[in-house]
């Protein structure tokens, strides 16, 4: 799964590289670690709002349904991820994936790797080898409380290839293996526009072609108990145990 990532830019970076505008840049805080279960705020682009940037809780909720118990929700249904292999199948994810699909922008994710002879497991950050903005596949819901609409998002994750598969190294309770879905900067445009389902299915089995590097961080990312949004969250941490991977790069 995909639960924790980094934001790092500023709002005025983000529209630069993105050509869009936030509805509300002055809410906008840069995070070096966001944990799904936390109350941060993911920075999306909706389809009925194709041009601007909002906010939106991290793991889609039904439509009428009380925000302040998010937390209670994902305990019972954990929708911080939606697989897709079951988008058009689930009586949840179906009624978004036509119509409320978004992309979900970050500049960097962490996910967990199994060592033999470590007790914990070591975070890798994943970035794009600048650094560079990117954005995930994602869908939407909308909130509807009295007089106001909130949205909450999905990241969707795909089948692992070799390069994640090597890192994120446990597969999950049906023995797949996850990586998130990293839509390559020309399909943002089609997966925000289209209403063509075919069109929606191809880019749904595409994946960037941005130059992902890889390495190994602080186990305080996976620590309750440590403060892990700091800068220092993403510098290199030598493991002796480390993956022979160096500064990998995808594809």
């Not at 529209?15 to 002055?26: A, G, N, S």
């Not at 937390?71 to 978004?96: I, V, W």
């Amino acid at each position: 799964m995909c639960v924790h990532t980094s934001l790092t830019k500023s709002a005025k970076a983000i529209e630069k590289k993105t050509k869009k505008e936030f509805t509300t840049p002055q809410l906008f805080r840069p995070y070096f670690h966001f944990n799904g279960w936390e109350s941060k705020n993911l920075a999306i682009t909706t389809q009925e709002a194709s041009t601007q940037i909002a906010f939106a809780k991290w793991g889609v909720l039904p439509t009428h349904y009380d925000v302040s118990y998010r937390t209670d929700f994902l305990a019972k249904t954990n929708t911080l991820n939606a697989t897709r292999e079951r988008l058009f199948e689930s009586d949840l994810y179906s009624q978004f994936i036509e119509g409320q699909r978004c992309i979900i922008y970050a500049d960097g994710f962490f996910e967990p790797h199994e060592a033999a002879g470590v007790q914990k497991k070591i975070p890798y950050f994943f970035k794009e080898k600048n650094h560079e903005l990117f954005a995930f596949a994602g869908i939407y819901s909308k909130v509807i409380e009295k007089n106001s609409t909130t949205y909450a998002a999905s990241i969707i994750t795909t089948e692992a290839n070799d390069f994640f598969k090597a890192i994120h190294n446990k597969p999950n309770a049906l023995g797949s293996y996850r990586m998130p879905l990293i839509l390559d900067p020309s399909a943002y445009e089609t997966w925000l526009k289209t209403n063509n389902t075919a069109e929606v299915k191809k880019v749904l089995d595409s994946f960037t072609q941005q130059e992902l590097v890889s390495y190994a961080v602080s186990t305080d990312v996976f620590s309750s108990k440590k403060i892990s949004d700091r800068p220092s969250i993403l510098d290199k941490v030598p493991y002796a145990q480390q993956l022979n991977l160096g500064d990998a790069l995808f594809p």
